[in-house]
């Protein structure tokens, strides 16, 4: 691995989004540490990755994730909280599983791990959260994806409280929004792909974004909360 590359963190770099993204931040000379929950992200050889095994949901693994991230770095450069599940897409009513399941990943799951790895952060490191539009609260005019939908909406919360806290480290924290992707997540007529959203991102991460503000990976632009 290259000494002078910067080292990023993503979650979820098995599939979707996550994975396209690491192959863009190889591809562009980035050292990739790699989180699948078994460990293993089988399309991509590089000697730029680092795959972690880790569950958010288990507390042993992310324990283990890291004490195996810590041996081997000793500081991130850049995190991307990417994973994440949407298991009441599209279903109009909420249910307490869905509910449960989805907040135990993408919110206390993402929360959890952040802040056992976050003293790792660098100084005027970079941490984004993938979000989405659908968990905005100005333009909410359907009544689908409860789960996922609340699920977001506390992860930009939590963007907006880590800013605050870690400013004085020059840390910027920021929710990005990565488009309407075609993913497993997602349903078939989503209309991006997760190469032309993967590259919207790097171009956000190679920018100045003020922290504790949300942004358009498809658009490039600020978008409201």
Known sequence: MKSNSKIVLITGANSGIGNALTKKLIAENYIVIGTSRNGKIENINSKNLFVVPLDLTNQESITNANTLIRNSFKGIDILINNAGIAPDLDTTKPDIESLRLTFETNVFGLVHFTETILDLVVDTGKILNISSIMGTLNRVSKVDSTAYRMSKSALNMYTKTLS??????????????????KTKLSTANAPLTTEFSANGIFKLLETNMGTGTFWNAELQEEMVW
Request: no cysteine; glycine share 6%; charged share 10%.
């Open 164 to 181: 605050a806290r870690v400013n004085n480290k020059n840390i910027t924290v920021n929710s990005i929004h990565p488009g309407w992707v």
